[in-house]
Nanobody
Framework: QVQVVESGGGLVQAGDSLRLSCAASGRTFVLYTMGWFRQAPGKEREFVAASQWPGGNIYYADFVEGRFTISRDSAKNTVYLQMNSLKPEDTALYYC?????????????????WGQGTQVTVSS
């Protein structure tokens, strides 16, 4: 089994930055992709970003528009999401997810392992 734990959410103002962290533990050798998703109230959970190791491929949702950066520390099995220029519409519960798959990384059903989520609230 794989366990995934997120941290780093909070309440910020528009234009501020936040850094989310996600640590994976357990059978991490099966993992190929680590991703971030978010879910706002009343909306579907949507893909934000993903990072793959090995290979180093990185993927972003269009709405990121260069504001978010995903990075990883392979030695610590940890992935980070640096979020800059936050907007009120970025308010959501942010989930970290882990997958043994290398394709279709934007699809939530490709990720069998999920964290509990960390709340990000951006005030205007």
């Amino acid at each position: 089994q794989v366990q995934v734990v997120e941290s780093g959410g909070g309440l910020v103002q528009a234009g501020d930055s936040l850094r989310l962290s996600c640590a994976a533990s357990g059978r991490t050798f099966v993992l190929y992709t680590m991703g971030w998703f978010r879910q706002a109230p009343g909306k579907e959970r949507e893909f934000v970003a993903a990072s793959q190791w090995p290979g180093g491929n990185i993927y972003y949702a269009d709405f990121v528009e260069g504001r978010f950066t995903i990075s990883r520390d392979s030695a610590k099995n940890t992935v980070y999401l640096q979020m800059n220029s936050l907007k009120p519409e970025d308010t959501a519960l942010y989930y970290c997810a882990a997958s043994p798959y290398s394709t279709a990384v934007t699809l939530k059903n490709k990720y069998p392992y999920w964290g509990q989520g960390t709340q990000v609230t951006v005030s205007s």
